[in-house]
Structures are given as C-alpha cells and as structure tokens.
Nanobody
C-alpha cells in the first residue's frame, strides 16, 4: 500500500484560501486515483473531491464546486486540494486517500489513508 502524508492545513478567516498537499510514497502513484475526504467534529467522514489516475476526471461534493480544485503531479507523487472562499462549515480534518486502479467517490473503495490535516475557518 502507498503511504500518504498530508500538509497545508491551518487556521484561516472566512473567505481565505488554503492549499492542501498529500505526498505519496511506497507505491506507483500513477496507478492510484486520489481523493480528499473530511470529517468535522461529531459528523461522519464525507467525500470532498476525487481525481483520476491521469488527472483527466475530477469530482466534487456540491458545496465545493467552484471553490475547491483537486489536482495532481504524478512526477512529484503529490495530490493537491486548492481551497478558496473558505467558509466556517469547511472546518474539519481533511484526509487524503488512494484508490488502486479504480475511480470512486466512496470511502469504502479507498485502500490507503493519510493521518489527516486540520483546517479551521473562523467567521
């Protein structure tokens, strides 16, 4: 399994931006579709965004459309989540996940998970 390490979280005011990064190691990164999920206190983990093996296909939760952009650099074994116009309801721990050889927006299909990075948006 690939190992994943997220970075880039932090505290930001509403309307601000953050870029999350997820560095992968220990596997062939280009064989993995990648996803970002988040979990707020007291809530279930939810899908945020996904990107296909070559980056040609992406999916987003409705609340992220037009504000978040997922991208990947297979040469750097890294996937990114650019988050703009952040809202207090975006506050959560954000997790990066890898899905070997398939494309999915469902957490049960993802094989490897990072440890998470905290994003806090103040009002």
């Amino acid at each position: 399994q690939v190992q994943l390490v997220e970075s880039g979280g932090g505290l930001v005011q509403a309307g601000g931006s953050l870029r999350l990064s997820c560095a992968a190691s220990g596997g062939t990164f280009s064989r993995y579709a990648m996803g970002w999920f988040r979990q707020a206190p007291g809530k279930e983990r939810e899908f945020v965004a996904a990107i296909s093996l070559n980056g040609g296909r992406t999916s987003y939760i409705d609340s992220a459309k037009g504000r978040f952009t997922i991208s990947r650099d297979n040469a750097k074994n890294t996937v990114y989540l650019q988050m703009n116009s952040l809202r207090p309801e975006d506050t959560a721990v954000y997790y990066c996940a890898a899905d070997l050889d398939t494309y999915s927006v469902y957490s049960r299909h993802f094989d490897s998970w990072g440890q998470g990075t905290q994003v806090t948006v103040s009002s």
